[in-house]
């Protein structure tokens, strides 16, 4: 008997016990009943607080109510027992058959093992990174790859429809001042007060010299600097991809800015608004009545001089997303953009949307390397700001993307590159790997021993270390559907930690494999089936994370 099998008894003996007191089933629903796992497992498997929750709704005691209730779920086939705690707590034990077999489910699930139907049929974009062409991606940037892929994938695992988007921002200042610094550098000159210094910058402009067909010192200097903007900005793009496919992420959309303003999508999206009551025009420009929808000024689209303001680009951008149909649309932004949530909520609300459904913004915080317990503040190729490749060179893909998705993005995280390097079991991701790798090992010596699965005896299963782990095998699509509800793939990492812990503890209390000449049982096969179980329910989590799973450590 899994969880939700086990929920949806309780929600029946609940909305049987409220209609017999003239409740009708409807007001009771499944979020009324929910199960978690004791924090003491003496008081059973699972817990409720039902009974307190509806007990006045459906006019009685909750401590009576949930008496009642216990009453009822004794004499389901498969629970064990039902017991009443406190002002109405209700605690209930399984029999060790409807526990056990859990891991035999888990096995013919294989992949599928935490899946859910929460976005089936929702189209969701997905827009994450969005690094400036200019440099290579820092440390904050390698952190959204991280947890938006993840998160990507636990979309996914609810069923929804996901397009990983990337906002190519080749338009405006920073690209011309990105442009200037090639130049400088092929003129072998100091980098403009206002660019970006680092040997990569040297190295871009090496390769446009590579590339460029023609002689560039034969062409003026505004000339040169356009040839450098288009050509510079390819290769630094060149090279912001491929770090992020040797990291685990790839995109489907790559969006450019500049689209936006030459195919007179700005112009659409202001023409929209207007439509809709709210573009005013006052002191020669163009604005949009944000102040109608919360936010604490009007925001000018088009400026005085006819060019358009920042804004301008977020209302096509979104508008467009839109229009290609999709129906949740999600961007992680830093730290340094909080100030832009609430203008973009008022922008979704003036074009008719829903704001923190249509569109949502994450909010991430910063990332913090320390080494030799020193912070790492430089990188040796971008100069100011430590890379992607720093981290990637330091700990490998594996441990930097597991660290970096293992804190809430709500918090600032330090990344201790000496942990990370460590095989031991206080590097977290070397312990969760360790133990799906020792999952592997198992079932190859129990097919070396003769120990198959054969058969399946999930009685047997009844060591308590063997009852903790099923519990923390029943927890894993829980805490999926939680992860993606609260966008918060951290939450992941966190269980398998856990899980492993359950996995390292009971390995070390049970066999799998007889002894000496001692023959297979049934337990044996019944403890390969526990194992075999718990090392899908790693390598399905670890995936989630984009984090491999090695057959041997």
């Not at 996914?156 to 190519?168: A, K």
């Not at 100069?383 to 930097?400: I, S, Y």
Request: some cysteine.
């Amino acid at each position: 008997m899994n969880p939700a099998e086990l929920a949806a008894i309780l929600l029946d003996h609940v909305r049987r016990a409220a209609a017999a007191r003239g409740v009708g089933p409807e007001e009771i629903t499944p979020e009324d009943v929910t199960l978690e796992r004791p924090r003491n497992r003496e008081h059973g498997d699972w817990a409720s607080n039902a009974a307190l929750k509806l007990g006045k709704r459906i006019g009685t005691s909750p401590r009576e109510f949930a008496e009642e209730l216990a009453a009822a779920l004794v004499e389901v086939d498969g629970i064990a027992a039902a017991e009443v705690a406190g002002p109405g707590f209700l605690n209930i034990t399984l029999d060790a058959a409807a526990a056990g077999v859990l891991a035999q489910r888990i096995l013919e699930a294989g992949e599928a093992y935490g899946r859910g139907e929460l976005y089936a049929g929702v189209r969701i974009n997905l827009e994450f990174v969005s690094a400036n062409p200019t440099g290579p991606i820092h440390i904050g940037g390698t952190r959204w790859a991280a947890v938006g892929d993840s998160l990507a994938r636990l979309f996914e695992l609810q069923g929804g429809d996901v397009t990983r988007e990337y906002y190519f921002n080749d338009h405006g200042a920073q690209i011309d001042r990105f442009a200037r610094s090639l130049v400088a550098a092929h003129r072998g000159e100091p980098a403009p007060e206002d660019g970006y210094g680092g040997s990569y910058i040297a190295d871009i402009a090496a390769r446009v010299e590579s590339d460029y067909p023609g002689d560039l010192d034969a062409l003026p200097r505004d000339e040169q600097q356009e040839v450098f903007r288009e050509l510079g900005v390819a290769q630094m793009f060149g090279e912001i991809k491929a770090s992020l496919h040797e990291f685990g992420v790839d995109f489907d959309v790559y969006f450019h800015e500049n689209e936006l303003h030459e195919s007179g999508a700005v112009g659409r999206a202001v023409e929209r608004l207007r439509s809709l009551g709210h573009i005013y025009e006052a002191d020669g420009a163009t604005w949009l009545a944000t102040t109608e929808f919360g936010d604490d000024k009007d925001r000018v689209v088009i400026k005085s001089d006819g060019e358009p303001a920042y804004i301008s680009g977020d209302l096509a951008y979104y508008l467009d997303k839109r229009e290609r149909g999709f129906d949740r649309c999600i961007i992680m932004l830093g730290a340094d953009h909080h100030g832009y949530v609430q203008r973009l909520m008022a922008m979704t609300a003036a074009f008719g949307d829903v704001p923190y459904v249509n569109l949502e913004i994450l909010i991430g915080q910063l990332v913090n390397l320390v080494q030799g317990g020193e912070p790492v503040r430089m990188s040796k190729r971008a100069g100011t700001v430590v890379t992607m490749e720093d981290l990637v060179g330091a700990v490998g893909v594996d441990a930097a993307r597991y660290a970096l998705v293992r804190s809430s993005i709500d918090s600032q995280v330090d990344i201790d590159l000496d942990l990370l390097t460590k095989r031991t079991n206080d590097n977290p991701v070397f312990y969760v790997q360790y133990a799906q790798s020792r999952t592997r090992a198992v079932a190859r010596n129990a097919a070396s021993a003769g120990v198959d699965r054969s058969s399946f005896d999930p009685s047997l299963l009844v060591h308590e270390t063997e009852s903790e782990l099923l519990g923390a095998l029943a927890e894993y699509p829980r805490i999926t559907l939680q992860a993606v509800e609260l966008r918060e793939p951290h939450r992941i990492a966190r269980y398998l930690e856990d899980l492993a812990g359950s996995y390292h503890r009971w390995y070390g209390a049970c066999r799998v494999i007889p002894q000496g000449d001692d023959p297979v049982e049934e337990v044996h096969r019944a403890r390969l089936t526990l194992n075999d179980a718990t090392g899908q329910v790693l390598r399905n989590g670890l995936t989630v994370l984009g984090v491999s799973a090695p057959e041997r450590m």
